[in-house]
T-cell receptor
Framework: DSGVTQTPKHLITATGQRVTLRCSPR?????VYWYQQSLDQGLQFLIQYYNGEERAKGNILERFSAQQFPDLHSELNLSSLELGDSALYFC???????????????FGPGTRLTVL | AQSVTQLDSHVSVSEGTPVLLRCNYSSSYSPSLFWYVQHPNKGLQLLLKYTSAATLVKGINGFEAEFKKSETSFHLTKPSAHMSDAAEYFC??????????FGAGTILRVKS
């Protein structure tokens, strides 16, 4: 158990709908990352938040947005859903350090989103 | 731009025989490199990491990897495969601190 929790575990919805995925980082971790794992694109970095502020952006669609709250949990909002958004969405957390160093990222179990 | 190429999409070995999962990387700077494992319906677990210290890195469950700058490789090895090693393995590079770039993954099958 990594200490990172994600809810819900599974989500089934229809095209055009909007969903919210939730992530609670490990105790003490200030950074939260979101990743998408799909069959055609593999594992891709979406976005990083550090202590409530957006820190880095990857291949995140404009229909997607995220935020990190004062208690450090994070939410990933996916809107106007398309069939191609079906994927496993992972959250990870780390203790932030200097930009030149690496802090191990601990991954949650993921949320499997199915868009019908 | 940083990238990672995992040379085999599937590897099949017999239990008790050595494992070799190959990974080449591309990076403009001195990278940090990692191997993650994903068991079916589970999250990602860090196996080992290289962050410019020793070039031979030992990880969990008997895995190790060697960073070879001249070959831009970071292959993962294990002397003796166990049935519980069957999973998908990802080679990962990080260049500017925390953004991770994943390879396409290698599915390891272990035959009894």
């Amino acid at each position: 158990d990594s200490g990172v929790t994600q809810t819900p575990k599974h989500l089934i919805t229809a095209t055009g709908q909007r969903v919210t995925l939730r992530c609670s980082p490990r105790s003490g971790d200030l950074s939260v990352y979101w990743y998408q794992q799909s069959l055609d694109q593999g594992l891709q970095f979406l976005i990083q938040y550090y202590n409530g502020e957006e820190r880095a952006k990857g291949n995140i669609l404009e229909r997607f947005s995220a935020q990190q709250f004062p208690d450090l949990h994070s939410e990933l909002n996916l809107s106007s859903l398309e069939l191609g958004d079906s994927a496993l969405y992972f959250c990870a957390s780390s203790v932030e350090g200097p930009a030149s160093s690496y802090n191990e990222q601990f991954f949650g179990p993921g949320t499997r989103l199915t868009v019908l | 731009a940083q990238s990672v190429t995992q040379l085999d999409s599937h590897v099949s070995v017999s239990e008790g025989t050595p494992v070799l999962l190959r990974c080449n990387y591309s990076s403009s700077y001195s990278p940090s490199l990692f191997w993650y494992v994903q068991h079916p319906n589970k999250g990602l677990q860090l196996l080992l990491k290289y962050t410019s210290a020793a070039t031979l890195v030992k990880g969990i469950n008997g895995f190790e990897a060697e960073f070879k700058k001249s070959e831009t490789s970071f292959h993962l090895t294990k002397p003796s495969a166990h049935m519980s090693d069957a999973a998908e393995y990802f080679c990962v590079v990080s260049e500017y601190g925390n953004k991770l770039v994943f390879g396409a993954g290698t599915i390891l099958r272990v035959k009894s």
